[in-house]
């Protein structure tokens, strides 16, 4: 996939948790994880935009394009 999430980073700068990144923005730790493994196929701008607000980041330090090496 060319998106890759970056939500592991973000909570390890701001020393927060699954857990408490789930609860302030209201999903559960489960979900959290997926988005956190790379295993999401989406993301809904509110919960995105709830995860820039705890987080304190822009939606470029949450995810990032890079391309595919393979496909040309």
Do not use: H, W, Y
């Amino acid at each position: 996939m060319a998106i890759q999430v970056n939500l592991d980073v973000m909570l390890a700068k701001r020393k927060m948790s699954v857990n408490e990144l789930a609860d302030a923005i209201g999903i559960t730790p489960a979900n959290v994880s997926v988005l956190k493994n790379g295993r999401a196929k989406a993301i809904r701008f509110t919960t995105l935009d709830a995860i820039c607000n705890v987080l304190d980041c822009q939606p470029g330090d949450v995810l990032e394009f890079k391309p595919d090496v393979s496909k040309s």
